[in-house]
Antibody, heavy 119, light 108 residues
């Protein structure tokens, strides 16, 4: 059974840093790109970042470039999202999502991790 | 402002059909056959229900169908059921990924 479980969400102050983790199981991790998608309270889904299966290539939404960094440790079946310089508008539930092998959609999602940025 | 435009709400009685539109541009919906749709119940994770415009993952009922014409994709739910009441999001690959603002489906 495919499982994707996020952790690391917290209440932080503006300007702080935070690292989210996403532990995956039930599939061949190295074959699949992994992504982060966020959802602000009461709002829609917003793509944040994607890392390829090897970890060699990474992609970011414009708002994340220069502040967020995605990485993965294939020995631990875990993806990370390092977020620096957090702003109030980054407050959201951050979902980790798996892509099917070589495909451009998100076939399994975690339940999310809440990040709250507030003074 | 979401990149893709969806109606905020759609409603229908049990057994009726409901169609959700998703309008983008030639740079996203119109330019790629990589539109996907996600169902999200309150407080839950999104669930993939359509990928590559028209394909259904295993386990998704065949009352869900997808289509595309030009820069507009559509999701049709035929024979609405109570459990279909949820938020629905379209997504298109466009060099990166862009989502619609979401549509709340209400079963009357």
């Amino acid at each position: 059974e495919v499982q994707v479980v996020e952790s690391g969400g917290d209440l932080v102050q503006p300007g702080d840093s935070l690292r989210l983790s996403c532990a995956a199981s039930g599939f061949t991790f190295t074959n699949c790109a992994m992504s982060w998608v966020r959802q602000a309270p009461g709002k829609g889904l917003e793509w944040v970042s994607t890392v390829t299966g090897s970890g060699r290539d990474t992609y970011y939404a414009d708002f994340a470039k220069g502040r967020f960094s995605i990485s993965r440790d294939n020995s631990k079946n875990t993806v990370y999202l390092q977020m620096n310089g957090l702003r109030a508008e980054d407050t959201a539930v951050y979902f980790c999502a798996k892509s099917a092998v070589g495909r451009l959609y998100f076939d399994y999602w975690g339940r999310g991790s809440l990040v709250t940025v507030s003074a | 402002q979401p990149a893709l435009t969806q109606p905020r709400s759609v409603s229908g009685s049990p057994g009726q059909s409901a169609t959700i539109s998703c309008t983008g541009t030639s740079g996203d919906v119109g330019g790629y056959n990589y539109v996907s749709w996600y169902q999200q119940h309150p407080g839950k994770a999104p669930k993939l229900i359509i990928y590559d415009v028209t394909k259904r993952p295993s386990g998704v009922p065949d009352r869900f169908s997808g289509s595309k014409s030009g820069n507009t994709a559509s999701l049709t739910i035929s024979g609405l059921q109570a459990e279909d009441e949820a938020d629905y999001y379209c997504c298109s690959y466009a060099g990166n990924w862009v989502f619609g603002g979401g549509t709340k489906v209400t079963v009357l």
